[in-house]
């Protein structure tokens, strides 16, 4: 099992940057890639960007440039994903996920969601 726990959101005018984090712990050595998501007001959930263990990352097109996501495997116990948002718009608006995949494939496992605002 892994569990994952997000902070970092909030309420920021168009323009402005927040952090996002994700610290996973539990069975954190079956972790493949770790990512997030967002799910806007009445849509459905998107990718937003994802980094692998080997630190290979992938971006949605709306992002690009602007988010940077990032992973820190350094403790035994716990590992944390990052994401950078800069130059932040009102369409970012959206709860946004942690996810993380187990190696295979074989279990999916989702954090409660944070909410960012953007304000124009």
């Known amino acids: 099992q892994v569990q994952l726990v997000e902070s970092g959101g909030g309420l920021v005018q168009a323009g402005g940057s927040l952090r996002l984090s994700c610290a996973a712990s539990?069975?954190?050595?079956?972790?493949?890639?770790m990512g997030w998501y967002r799910q806007p007001p009445g849509k459905q959930r998107e990718l937003v960007a994802t980094?692998?263990?080997?630190?290979?990352?992938?971006?949605?097109d709306p992002v690009k440039g602007r988010f940077t996501i990032s992973r820190d495997n350094a403790k035994n116990t716990e590992n944390t994903v990052y994401l950078q948002m800069n130059s932040l718009k009102p369409e970012d608006t959206a709860v946004y996920y942690c996810?993380?995949?187990?190696?295979?494939?074989?279990?999916?496992?989702w954090g409660q969601g944070t909410q960012v605002t953007v304000s124009s």
């Open positions: 980094i692998t263990s080997a630190g290979s990352t992938n971006y949605a």
């Open positions: 996810n993380a995949v187990v190696w295979g494939g074989l279990a999916n496992y």
């Open positions: 539990g069975s954190i050595s079956s972790i493949n890639a």
